[in-house]
C-alpha cells in the first residue's frame, strides 16, 4: 500500500444544491468531494482518492486492446 500526502481544499458552497461543502486537491486534480460538513468531506477525502488512483493506475496498465 502506497501513502501520499494530498493537500485538500475546502470550500463552502453558496448555491441551493444538495451539499453545503466541496473538496478539491491541487495535487489530484480529478479529486472532488461533496458533503454537508467540512468534517464530512475530509473523511471522505482518502477513499475517494485511493479509489482515484486506483482507477487511473488501471487505465495506465490496460493494453492497448483494451476498450474503455
Known amino acids: 500500500m502506497e501513502i501520499y500526502n494530498l493537500r485538500v481544499v475546502v470550500e463552502e458552497l453558496d448555491d441551493t444544491g444538495d451539499y453545503r461543502y466541496l473538496a478539491t486537491s491541487p495535487d489530484l ?3 472532488i468531494v461533496a458533503g454537508d460538513t467540512p468534517d464530512e468531506v ?3 477525502a482518502p477513499q475517494v482518492a485511493s479509489a482515484l ?3 487511473m493506475k488501471a487505465f495506465v496498465d490496460c493494453p492497448a486492446r483494451c476498450d474503455v
Do not use: E
Open 53 to 55: 488512483l486506483a482507477s
Open 42 to 44: 475530509l473523511g471522505l
Open 29 to 31: 486534480p480529478n479529486l
